[in-house]
């Protein structure tokens, strides 16, 4: 989940402006002269994901800070963008971000993570031309891909952009059976930095039925590319497998990844250490993939 928060003060009125992804339950807000007032007022308990919301805050004549406490699910399911009319068409654009993660306590390494602004991230920012959003977005960004879920018989449409500053990227469907030539699923294609490419995937009309993925597959940068984040679930039909013991279980989507962080030699700043590199005097950030069922 990532969140936006930009912030200035005048007059005693703090405004607030919040970007809102998935995952936030509350914005909470805390204002006084020294920021030893322990009541978190709370701002925005039900505020939608997706949508930009502006916030003015009295704050009083005398305060001298001011800051803001979110309050987030702890399991989010990354945004799914769905077909629609057999068709789902977005964009993917390839590029270095920074993410916030969990690191373990140094203290005390059994309890809740810390969460940290991280550097040295690959990820997909997102746009939606045809389809819907579980959101309600057009566009985003996230340290997981989006969800891309289509039916058996649609055609998936994506536009890859490769912003990656110095390495070639390509993309590859993780279990779907279709074609491996030409703009399909072919893993021979190289799209060089500043580049795009359109990658259309006819689905079989008697696909079958589950949770698959896609990254990248272009041959020297693959794992790279994936321990950075280049990754998304891509469900086809039923998530469940068309098990019926399964028809009525809640389920929910955790793509998790092996990440190891330090601190950047020149900036002092959280970032992955490359994979090549990852072992001792890091600190680990741990996930794998696949659907969590749910009972309740």
């Excluded at 940068?221 to 280049?230: D, K, N, S």
Aim: net charge negative.
């Amino acid at each position: 989940m990532s969140l936006e928060i930009r912030a200035s003060s005048g007059g005693g009125v703090a405004q607030l402006k919040a970007v809102v992804e998935p995952g936030t339950r509350r914005i909470l807000w805390q204002g006084c002269q020294n920021l030893q007032e322990p009541v978190w007022k709370d701002l925005a308990l039900h505020t939608t994901a997706g949508t930009v919301d502006t916030f003015e805050v009295p704050i009083g004549s005398e305060a001298r800070f001011f800051r803001v406490r979110l309050e987030t699910e702890e399991l989010a399911d990354p945004p799914e963008l769905r077909s629609i009319d057999g068709l789902l068409d977005i964009t993917l654009e390839a590029h270095p971000s920074s993410q916030v993660i969990e690191l373990a306590n140094p203290v005390s390494p059994l309890a809740p993570g810390i969460p940290t602004l991280v550097d040295g991230f690959y990820t997909y920012a997102w746009t939606l031309h045809t389809g819907t959003s579980s959101t309600g977005a057009v566009s985003g960004d996230g340290a997981v891909g989006p969800t891309l879920a289509i039916q058996p018989g649609d055609r998936l449409r994506i536009r890859l952009k490769n912003s990656l500053p110095d390495e070639p990227t390509n993309l590859h469907t993780h279990g779907l059976v279709i074609s491996p030539s030409g703009n399909a699923d072919n893993v021979l294609i190289s799209i060089p930095p500043g580049m795009s490419n359109l990658h259309e995937y006819e689905v079989p009309a008697d696909a079958e039925n589950g949770i698959s993925w896609y990254h990248p597959h272009r041959h020297g940068y693959t794992a790279e590319q994936v321990y950075r984040g280049l990754a998304g679930f891509l469900i086809v039909g039923d998530r469940t497998g068309d098990i019926d013991q399964l028809a009525s279980v809640p389920t929910r989507l955790m793509m998790v990844q092996s990440q190891s962080v330090r601190p950047d030699p020149k900036t002092g700043r959280p970032t992955l250490v490359p994979l090549e590199g990852s072992g001792a005097n890091s600190s680990s950030s741990r996930s794998t993939a696949g659907t969590c069922p749910t009972s309740g």
